[in-house]
């Protein structure tokens, strides 16, 4: 997901942009798939439905920060450039998840 949205940051047009997109949200599904068992796995079955009541509610809040943050940035940069960094930034979280001991040990 992270690559294609670097890669979304650098297309040269609309069709690769297009296609990058698509690519990226395929991606996002399942990458929210994986995050959701993970999320199950971790947390107690007592406390999965306050838990994810928050995760809701923090999502609800920060969805649109996020996009009042990025329409700003955008008048001050480049919308490619925001969409590499952004995509580049998920890559480095990645490798620095996969590096630690957190996800080795949940089974």
Not at 29 to 36: K, Y
Request: hydrophobic share 55%.
């Amino acid at each position: 997901m992270g690559l294609a949205n670097a890669a979304m940051g650098w297309a040269t047009g609309p069709l690769p942009f297009v296609a990058l997109l698509f690519l990226g949200g395929f991606f996002l599904g399942l990458q929210n798939v994986l995050l959701m068992d993970l999320w199950r796995r971790i947390v107690s079955p007592e406390q999965q439905g306050r838990f994810f009541g928050m995760q809701s509610s923090l999502n609800e809040v920060l969805m649109p920060v996020g996009y009042a943050v990025t329409g700003f940035l955008s008048d001050w940069i480049s919308p490619y450039s925001i969409a590499g960094v952004a995509g580049l930034l998920v890559v480095a979280l990645t490798v620095w998840g996969l590096l630690g001991p957190g996800l080795r040990d949940v089974s």
